[in-house]
């Protein structure tokens, strides 16, 4: 190994060989080397005469130059920090309800505000499908009116207004039927309130037709029964399960299903929907659907601050 060092290999490997980090074998190549060769031995006094002469870094000097890179780092996670806090400070002043019935009432009621259908919400009742709330709620001063309230839930927990519709009743006691998409799949959304004791079943009432086509005098009437458990509810069904169900219970073949509205039966089985006709002049008329599009300004905002939270925290941490 000694005879086939080359001149290139042992420059190489002097300046290790000077800050004694080459192993014994190694040592006594160059060493055998350096008596052979002139130009590897001048080579190797020049290199150690250089790295002699190199002054140490003071202490004080090295203590400064870290307390710099204690600095940026401490500043890169105060910028991060911030950064992460400024995102979130942008979400949750979207995704900022709870699902406690007053809180909901009150995001409602400054939901439709700014509307010429405005309400001032009570919520009655509500349920959770898949990450969506689903709110139903009555005006507190107009007995008749009530609605529906979507609200997403957000990775904090909290939910943010989607979508509301409100509807007028022409009865003092109230089934009203709301049809809405849940996840792309539709549903039959029931929402009861204000039911009287003699009420123990409601009805969703379906136009079917005889034959094919839409020919009055071929229409009949078929209904689906439902117990009432409480004053107020808030029932959900699937519309294919539903319509499935109309059919199969019908004693003949019709065509066309169609539900339109909902009736109310007492204990016998007798309707008693028009015992809870309101006088006319006690009739709110109101129809709306309220809808907010998905916030896309607010995770390109997000991405802005997030992006210049990087440029920042990249810039203190460059040398």
Known sequence: MKSELKCTIVQDLLPNYIDELTSEDTNEAIESHLKTCGDCKEAYEQMAADMGNMEKVPAVELKFLKKIKRTRLMAAA??????????????????????????????????????????DAYVLETKEIDGLLIATFKDQSRT?????????KGINGRYRMVHANIKTSDYFSVVHIFREKINSEPYYIISGYNLSNEIKQYGLDYYAYKNPGYNSADRVRQVVRFDVKNSQFLDIYSVKELDSKVKRESDEMLYDYNLFEASMYNSQGIEITDDFLMEESKKDKMSAGIGTAEREMLYVFMAIVAWIGYIITKYILTE
């Open 78 to 119: 105060l910028c991060i920090m911030a950064t992460v806090g400024l995102c979130y400070a942008l979400y949750a002043s979207e995704f900022k309800f709870t699902s406690d019935k007053s809180n909901l009432s009150a995001a409602i009621t400054e939901y439709t505000a700014p509307f010429r259908q405005s309400v």
């Open 144 to 152: 008749n009116v009530n609605g529906l309230a979507f609200l997403k």
